[in-house]
C-alpha cells in the first residue's frame, strides 16, 4: 500500500492569448468597418451633384400676368417667389436670419461641430430633439441639390456638399441662394415674397419689429404667422431680437424698441386668381402649349393681356350674386350634410385652416356647423372654424319656415330642418371681433352655372371671362366650351339678315298660328312664349316682344341656308343646322361666338378676331410673342348694324330686356329655350359689348323665374353698371345712309303729323315706307 501513489486533482491551464485575440478581432473589425464606412462615403461622394452649377443658379421665378393697364392680375409658379439681389437686402435683414438660424455662419465652413455638440447636448437633457444644428448651408444644400428622404445617409451627403459649397460659393452667393430659396408660409418663397405677403412692402422698406418677425419664421412659418398667429409670431420675434442683441448686431434699446413697435399685418393687395380663374386659365392652356412648363411656370415671363381688372372684379362678383339669386328661388335644399359630434372639432379645425385672415371677411360665405339653438330668439349658434356667431330667423327667410332640431343625426327623408352637427353655408353679414359675436345670414352654393363675355367691339380685346360659378369646384369654362341652344337670343341675327335681304323695322308679319311638315309625316307648330297671338305686328314688335311665329315667318321668307351663311360671316364656327327650328335658337354656340357676333354690330358691321395676349416677354425683356393689331374685316354694312342696334334698344326700353336698362343707351337680347332650360341675355353700349348665360350643366328648367330677362339680364345689368361707371356716355351714331320717318306702326306705312300712335321709324335710305294709310294701291305718294 505504501507503493500506492497519491492522486491529486487537475489544475487549470492559464490561457494567455485569449486577449490578445479579442484585441486583434476588435482592431480587425474596426478598420474593416473604417474601410466600409469611409469606401460608403466615398461612394456617396462620387454620386453627389455638382455643386458648381449653383454658381449660376437661377431660382424659379414666377411668370406674371398684367391686365390692359399694367396692373398685375395674375401669376403661374409652382413657388411663389420674387428673387432680390443680397446687396438690395437691407443688412439687419440679413444679420436677423444669420442670429436666428446660425450665428457661426461668418466661421465656419459649412458644419457647426461646436453647434452640433450643443444640440445634442441639450436634446439628451430634455430627452427630445429641442434644437437643430443644421447650419444655412447645409439648409441650402438641403433644399437645393437633395431629397427630403429621411435617411442618415443624407446627413452625411448634406454635410459633405456643406463643405463643398463652402469651398466654391462666397457667404454672399449662399445668403443669395438661401434667402431667395426659403420657405416662409403663406405660399411666399423668399423674403421679398414673404415680405409681400405678411406686411405689403418690398423688402427694402420693413423696420427692424418687421424683419425680426420675418426672421423668425423658418423654424415654424404656420405656427409663428403673423396673420394667423399674432402672439406667437411675437414670441418669436422677440428671441429673434434678443439673439441679435446677444451677437452685437443691434443694441438692447434697439431691441426694445423693436418689440413694443406696434406691428401692421397689412398684407400687400393679393392678386384674386380667383375671380380671374378661368380667364387665366384659357391664357395658361396656350402658353403652356407654345412654351412648355418649365419656362411658364419657373421662367419668369411677363404676360400682357387684354384684361380688364375691374370688369375681371365686376364680371365674378355679378355671376356669384345673381347665380345666388337664381338659386335661392328654387328653394333651401337643406344642410349640405350632417355631423356626428365627435366629428366637428375635426371639421371645424380643417375650415379654420383655410381661413387666411384673423376675422372673418364680411360678404364672404364660409361653410359652418350648427351647434345650439336659441329658441325663444329663434336663433341659431353657428361654429365657422374657431368662431361661433348667430343666424337669426331674418337672415334666412329665403329659405321659408326652416326647423330646429336640438340633437345631433339626420332628420326623416324629405325633411330641410336644421339638426345640431348640419353643415351649411352662411353669409358674414358682421364679421367677428376676437373670434366671437359674428352676424350670420343663410347661403346656399349654387347647382345652377353661368358664363360672362365682356369684349371691346372696336379692338377684339376680351375684357372679362367667367366662366362658371367656382373654378376650383369646375374648371369647366362654359364661356367657350359650352355649347348650349341660343334661344331668341339668336333672332338679331335672323332680324339681320332679313335687312340685308330687303325687309324693314316696318315690315308686317303676322302673328297667327301656323303650321309645316316636320319631315316625319307629321306636323310642326311653332308657339308664343305666351301662347297668344297678336295678329299683324311689325319686325320691331316682333324683336322687342320676341314673339316666336314672326321670327319664324321671317325666316321662311329669307331663306334657313341664308341665314346660316350670314351667322358665319359675323364669326360662328360651331355647326348650325339651316332647317326653321333656327328661328327659335336652335342653335347649339358658346357664349364667346354669340357675344363675338353681336361685337360685329357694335362694331358698325366690321368683324374682329377676339384675343387675349397682346405681348409675352421673358425675364430679360425681350419679346417672345406680339399681338399686331387686329385687322377689321367688313361682314355686315353699317347701315344694317344700325338698324338692327336700334331695334334691340327697343327690346331694353320697352320689351322683353327691360332689366337691363342701364343710364346710357343700350341694345341687347334675352333668350329663353324650351323649358327655361338656358337663359341668355347679350347686349351692348358703344364701347363695350357683354354676354351672360345661365343654365344647368346637366339640362333641366331653371323655373318660372328662368327666362333670360329674369334669370341673365340681371346679372349683364350688375356686371355693365359696374364695366362701364368711368366710360363716357355715348350714343349709337346713325350712318349717313340711314333715315328716320313717321310711321303708323299698326300698319307699317307712313304717317302724317297728328296721327294718333305714329312713331319716328328707322329705315337704310330707299327702303322706306312708300304709301300712307288710306292710299289705294298704286296711289303716288302725295
Not at 7 to 18: A, C, I, N, S
Not at 220 to 226: D, K, M
Not at 254 to 278: F, G, L, R
Not at 351 to 374: M, P, R, T
Request: proline fraction near 5%.
Amino acid at each position: 500500500m505504501k507503493d500506492r501513489m497519491k492522486l491529486t486533482p487537475p489544475q487549470p491551464t492559464e490561457d494567455k492569448g485569449v486577449l490578445p485575440t479579442l484585441l486583434l478581432i476588435g482592431v480587425t473589425l474596426g478598420v474593416v468597418a473604417l474601410l466600409g464606412i469611409s469606401g460608403y462615403v466615398f461612394y456617396l461622394m462620387a454620386k453627389l451633384p455638382k455643386v458648381d452649377r449653383l454658381a449660376d443658379y437661377k431660382p424659379p421665378i414666377v411668370s406674371q400676368v398684367f391686365g390692359d393697364d399694367g396692373s398685375l392680375v395674375g401669376e403661374f409658379y409652382l413657388e411663389r417667389r420674387i428673387v432680390v439681389p443680397v446687396n438690395k437686402m437691407p443688412r439687419r435683414l440679413i444679420q436677423a436670419f444669420v442670429a436666428a438660424e446660425d450665428a457661426s455662419f461668418y466661421q465656419h465652413t459649412g458644419i457647426d461641430y461646436f453647434g452640433i455638440v450643443r444640440a445634442a447636448v441639450k436634446n439628451v437633457l430634455s430627452m427630445s430633439k429641442k434644437e437643430g444644428a443644421s447650419t444655412i448651408t447645409q439648409q441650402v444644400t438641403k433644399s437645393m441639390l437633395l431629397t427630403s428622404e429621411k435617411k442618415f445617409s443624407r446627413k452625411i451627403k448634406e454635410a459633405i456638399l456643406a463643405k463643398r459649397m463652402e469651398e466654391k460659393l462666397s457667404k454672399d452667393e449662399i445668403l443669395y441662394l438661401y434667402l431667395n430659396q426659403i420657405y416662409l408660409g403663406g405660399g411666399a418663397y423668399g423674403v421679398q415674397a414673404a415680405a409681400e405677403t405678411y406686411f405689403g412692402k418690398n423688402v427694402d422698406q420693413l423696420n427692424l419689429a418687421e424683419i425680426a418677425m420675418l426672421a423668425g419664421l423658418p423654424k415654424a412659418p404656420n405656427t409663428y404667422s403673423p396673420i394667423k398667429h399674432l402672439e406667437k409670431a411675437r414670441e418669436r420675434q422677440a428671441y429673434v431680437l434678443d439673439r441679435m442683441v446677444a451677437e452685437a448686431y443691434i443694441t438692447p434699446a434697439e431691441a426694445d424698441h423693436a418689440k413694443k413697435t406696434v406691428i401692421s399685418v397689412h398684407p400687400m393687395k393679393k392678386i384674386n386668381s380667383e375671380q380671374s380663374a378661368y380667364f387665366l386659365e384659357h391664357l395658361r392652356i396656350q402658353l403652356e402649349e407654345k412654351y412648355g412648363e418649365e419656362q411658364l411656370y419657373k421662367g419668369g415671363l411677363k404676360i400682357y393681356t387684354t384684361m380688364n381688372a375691374e370688369m375681371q372684379r365686376a364680371a365674378y362678383e355679378s355671376v356669384r350674386s345673381g347665380l345666388k339669386a337664381v338659386d335661392k328661388r328654387q328653394g333651401f335644399r337643406g344642410p349640405i350634410k350632417y355631423l356626428k359630434e365627435t366629428e366637428v372639432e375635426a371639421f371645424c379645425g380643417k375650415i379654420e385652416d383655410g381661413i387666411d385672415s384673423a376675422a372673418l371677411k364680411a360678404g364672404e360665405s364660409y361653410q359652418g356647423v350648427v351647434v345650439g339653438f336659441n329658441p325663444e330668439k329663434g336663433e341659431t349658434l353657428v361654429r365657422v372654424g374657431d368662431r361661433t356667431g348667430v343666424l337669426s330667423r331674418k337672415n334666412m327667410t329665403w329659405a321659408g319656415k326652416v326647423g330646429m332640431i336640438n340633437h345631433y343625426g339626420r332628420p326623416d327623408k324629405g325633411n330641410k330642418a336644421l339638426t345640431l352637427g348640419s353643415v351649411i353655408d352662411v353669409s358674414v353679414v358682421t364679421p367677428d371681433v376676437n373670434k366671437a359675436g359674428a352676424q350670420y345670414a343663410l347661403d346656399q352654393t349654387p347647382d345652377v352655372q353661368a358664363a360672362l363675355v365682356a369684349i371691346d367691339p372696336r379692338s377684339g380685346g376680351v375684357k372679362a371671362m367667367v366662366g362658371g360659378y367656382d373654378f376650383r369646384k369646375s374648371q369647366f369654362n362654359r364661356a367657350i366650351q359650352a355649347k348650349r341652344n341660343a334661344g331668341s337670343a339668336f333672332k338679331p341675327i335672323i332680324y339681320a339678315a332679313a335687312l340685308e335681304k330687303g325687309l324693314t323695322t316696318a315690315t308686317v308679319i303676322n302673328d297667327a298660328e301656323v303650321e309645316y311638315p316636320d319631315g316625319a309625316g307629321g306636323v310642326w307648330k311653332p308657339k308664343n312664349y305666351d301662347n297668344t297671338f297678336r295678329g299683324p305686328v311689325t319686325m320691331r314688335e316682333g324683336l322687342t316682344y320676341s314673339i316666336n311665329i314672326v321670327s319664324v315667318k321671317i325666316m321662311e321668307q329669307i331663306g334657313a341656308p341664308y341665314t346660316v351663311d350670314f351667322a358665319k360671316r359675323l364669326g360662328f364656327t360651331s355647326k348650325i343646322e339651316p332647317n326653321l327650328a333656327l328661328a327659335l335658337g336652335a342653335a347649339s354656340v358658346s357664349p364667346f361666338e354669340l357675344t363675338g357676333a353681336y361685337a360685329v354690330f357694335d362694331n358698325k358691321g366690321m368683324l374682329l378676331p377676339s384675343y387675349f395676349i397682346t405681348r409675352v416677354t421673358d425675364t430679360d425683356g425681350t419679346v417672345l410673342q406680339e399681338t399686331p393689331a387686329p385687322v377689321p374685316v367688313p361682314a355686315v354694312s353699317p347701315e344694317v348694324s344700325y338698324v338692327i342696334t336700334n331695334l334691340m334698344q327697343s327690346v331694353v326700353l320697352s320689351g322683353t330686356g327691360h332689366r337691363a336698362t342701364l343710364n346710357r343707351p343700350v341694345a341687347g337680347k334675352t333668350g329663353t329655350t324650351n323649358d327655361a332650360k338656358d337663359a341668355w341675355f347679350v347686349g351692348y353700349v358703344p364701347q363695350l359689348v357683354a354676354g351672360v348665360w345661365v343654365g344647368y350643366d346637366q339640362e333641366r328648367s331653371l323655373g318660372a323665374s328662368g327666362t333670360g330677362g329674369q334669370a341673365a339680364a340681371p346679372i349683364w345689368a350688375e356686371f355693365m353698371q359696374k364695366a362701364t361707371a368711368s366710360m363716357p356716355v355715348e350714343d349709337f351714331q346713325a350712318p349717313e345712309n340711314v333715315s328716320f320717318v313717321l310711321i303708323n306702326p299698326r300698319t307699317g306705312r307712313l304717317a302724317r303729323e297728328g296721327t294718333p300712335g305714329a312713331v319716328m321709324e328707322c329705315f337704310i335710305k330707299g327702303s322706306e315706307p312708300t304709301r300712307y294709310d288710306g292710299d289705294f294701291d298704286g296711289a303716288a305718294n302725295p
